[in-house]
């Protein structure tokens, strides 16, 4: 194992510290050190209880979030909204996280969890696989929309993606649209594949760990999620201060909220309406500020053409 990915791996353990944003989200944080060190045991699922209540499953809820960033960022502010959503519904809910994107739509397109907090790229591919419904999408700052940064070390005298020929990549999740889909379309623009272009690529799993890893210069660039890197730049930058942007790609429908096609309508139009409705009461909005979410609202599906344009322009030049 070279010397590169050997450290990669060892520093994937590391959490970047301080406040996270992301959305759809991809849009949480939590305060810690440079040093922190946390092990997660991804198979393992948590409860969230609901006061003076006993698990049923028949009542339970399952709901999985992608693990774009640190999962203990994760549990701590999504558990806050699923135990709103479950004291709302009056029931149980079931909190279940797995490493990679193409687990949680596996599980969903199964119907082995209800609902899911998933990116852009495994929404759309989602819907065409298993008929994904979109429930709700987050506006933050405003919009519903995001973008890829491709960043690199600000020391480094790389300006432009040409200049990264040769050199190392870090992609987030294969099925990642910011973090794998973006970069990679970029590359084709060029007549390459990633697998030619770059010397060397690995999957961090975490746009927080994609941010540290070009950081500490253990990779040459990076595409990540723009909502995470500007909330980290703006409250807490030691990371990102050592990364500078050198291309941002068009807007792109964030990551939604997304169903099981087997739950039940009538479910369905329960939990829009704790969601839509969150900001309008004061344990809502403190939640929602936590998440550094404005408020939920309806989606619309072709926010997330552009990133289907992009998967079919990909699969016609590889052909």
């Not at 701590?76 to 149980?92: E, K, N």
């Amino acid at each position: 194992m070279d010397d590169i990915k050997y450290r990669f791996i060892i520093k994937n353990h590391l959490f970047i510290s301080g406040l996270v944003m992301s959305a759809a989200l991809s849009l949480l944080y939590a305060c810690g050190s440079e040093t922190d060190i946390r092990v997660v045991d991804f198979s393992k699922t948590v409860v969230v209880e609901q006061p003076g209540k006993k698990p049923s499953e028949n009542s339970t809820i399952k709901v999985a979030v992608a693990a774009m960033i640190s999962p203990k960022d994760t549990f701590v502010y999504y558990r806050q909204l699923l135990d709103y959503i479950g004291h709302h519904l009056d029931r149980d809910v079931q909190f279940i996280q797995r490493k990679t994107y193409g687990e949680i739509n596996e599980l969903l397109g199964n119907s082995q969890i209800d609902l899911a907090f998933i990116c852009s790229g495994p929404y759309v591919v989602g819907k065409k696989k298993f008929g994904f419904e979109l429930l709700a999408t987050p506006e933050v700052q405003s919009r519903h929309f995001y973008q890829s940064y491709l960043i690199v070390n600000k020391d480094s005298h790389i300006r432009n993606i040409e200049d990264l020929r040769g050199r190392t990549f870090a992609f987030t999740d294969p099925e990642s649209n910011t973090g794998k889909l973006v970069p990679t379309y970029w590359v084709s623009q060029m007549g390459e594949r990633p697998e030619t272009f770059f010397s060397k690529t690995i999957y961090t799993y975490s746009h927080d760990n994609a941010i540290m890893a070009v950081a500490k210069s253990l990779v040459d660039g990076a595409a990540i999620d723009s909502l995470i890197w500007e909330y980290y730049h703006r409250k807490n930058p030691i990371f990102t201060s050592k990364t500078r942007i050198i291309r941002k790609s068009e807007p792109y429908g964030i990551p939604p909220i997304v169903a099981s096609p087997n739950l039940a309508p009538d479910l369905k139009d329960e939990i829009r309406k704790v969601l839509f409705a969150m900001h309008h009461d004061l344990r809502g909005q403190k939640i929602l500020s936590e998440l550094m979410i404005d408020r939920f609202t309806p989606p619309r599906d072709e926010w997330y053409d552009g990133i289907r344009g992009i998967e079919l322009k990909i699969a016609s030049w590889e052909k």
